[in-house]
């Protein structure tokens, strides 16, 4: 099972990170299986960074195998959608932007990728879905599918060009504005709608 997360896909985080234009194409990278963290648990901040940011973003998972789908035919290669968290190391991102070298380190560390149940499309709005998070009970990020640069039927089409997508691959589409730290004790909840997909803290 793969795990492929999508950068740069909402052009107000792209202005928050101080990046310029849009991609021409989806840009993507991998975290582990590691990475999942499931049912609510507690996220623990790791020891190795000082600076540890939260990234909301919608999850979808792959139901057929495939490679090099056309983007008419990739609705077809999904059903469900969740609600994840990429968490980012930024400080060693940054390090590692500096020195040129690739920054796995950053986004692939144990339990940096969160992760609700699945629900079905139709029942969350199809092609057309909101989401939020708060963070201390307050709305830190909002967004709709409608904001992506890059649709999930365009990135399925991409990617597959590049490597076989696999039943149980899991997809997560970028983030929008609103990017921010966490810190121990620190109480982060997510919704697809007004449907509460997951609710943990960082301990």
């Known amino acids: 099972m793969k795990i492929i997360c999508i950068g740069w896909n909402y052009d107000d985080h792209n202005r928050e990170m101080s990046r310029d234009g849009r991609p021409e194409a989806p840009i993507f990278f991998l975290k582990p299986d590691t990475a999942l963290l499931r049912d609510n648990k507690p ?4 020891d190795f960074s000082e600076r540890v940011e939260y990234e909301c973003e919608l ?18 290669y999904y059903s469900q959608v969740a609600l994840g968290i990429d968490f980012t190391a930024r400080d060693l991102q940054a390090e590692c932007r500096r020195s ?3 920054w796995a380190i950053a986004k692939a560390f144990d339990n940096s990728a969160v992760i ?3 629900v079905d499309l139709q029942a969350v709005g199809g092609q057309h879905i909101g989401f939020s998070l708060y963070k201390n009970g307050s709305q830190v990020q909002s967004a709709s599918t409608d904001d992506m640069i890059f649709t999930i ?3 399925i089409a991409y990617v597959s060009r590049y490597m076989t997508l696999k039943i149980g691959d899991l997809i997560y589409t970028g983030t929008p504005s609103g ?3 966490v810190a121990i004790g ?3 909840r997510g919704l697809i709608g007004d449907k509460e997909m ?3 803290f960082v301990r």
């Open 43 to 46: 996220f623990f901040l790791p």
């Open 186 to 188: 620190d109480n982060l």
């Open 59 to 76: 999850v979808y998972r792959i139901d057929r195998i495939g490679k090099n789908i056309a983007e008419r035919f990739a609705h077809r």
């Open 198 to 200: 997951f609710d943990f």
């Open 116 to 118: 609700s149940e699945f």
């Open 153 to 155: 039927d365009k990135i």
């Open 179 to 181: 990017v921010g730290t």
């Open 100 to 102: 040129g070298s690739p």
